[in-house]
């Protein structure tokens, strides 16, 4: 008979069973990562594990989307506390900022190399459903908070600032001793077409 957990057990199992999905993430990819693993590092049996997530999937879909809510809270949470007109200064570093943050995350590693495409594979379809729903960041939630850009096509801006969050991959390509001020340059770009009447 499976053992029973009270609530603060279950919701402190489930931010373990997130951290260990992270740390792998981290580590290994989506491929590597093993219940196993997971359960380890938790340090509860593998049978456990099931009581909280039916599969590997569903956990590292809850921990990626999890991170992907701190980053998108981070950025309106930021832009929410410029007062006044926002200056492109003051849009270029934050955003320059926020990618920087991602840069360090494995968000990008996972949605290049097909990891992402593999959990969403294997996720129930109302979920993939749900979570298309409740994407609600949007770049018209952004552009809504910049009184200058409130009237720009955003689905232009989203595409570019995507573009920007896609030269991460490019790195040495670029060349690494410029990378940081190529990509301040390109943000500052798109910045000052967003603000410009």
Not at 12 to 36: H, P, S
Not at 75 to 94: H, V
Not at 110 to 126: F, Q, S, V, Y
Not at 150 to 159: I, M
Request: charged share 30%.
């Amino acid at each position: 008979m499976p053992k029973m957990y009270s609530d603060k057990e279950k919701e402190q199992i489930t931010k373990q069973l997130k951290e260990a999905a992270n740390e792998c993430l981290m580590i290994y990819g989506v491929k590597k990562t093993t219940v196993d693993e997971l359960v380890k590092r938790v340090n509860i049996p593998k049978g456990t594990f099931y009581l909280f997530y039916e599969s590997k999937e569903l956990l590292l879909f809850d921990a990626i989307k999890d991170l992907h809510n701190e980053l998108q809270s981070q950025l309106l949470k930021e832009i929410s506390s410029l007062s006044g007109d926002i200056g492109k200064d003051q849009l270029t570093d934050l955003i320059f900022r926020i990618i920087k943050r991602i840069d360090q995350t494995y968000l990008l590693q996972i949605m290049t190399n097909g990891d992402m495409e593999l959990i969403m594979r294997k996720l129930p379809d109302e979920i993939v459903l749900e979570h298309l729903k409740q994407d609600d960041f949007s770049m018209e939630q952004f552009i809504a908070l910049i009184p200058q850009a409130r009237y720009k096509n955003v689905e232009t801006f989203s595409g570019a600032l995507r573009g920007i969050f896609l030269t991460l991959l490019y790195k040495r390509e670029i060349g690494k001793e410029v990378f940081e001020e190529s990509l301040r340059l390109m943000i500052r770009g798109i910045v000052i077409q967003l603000m410009e009447d």
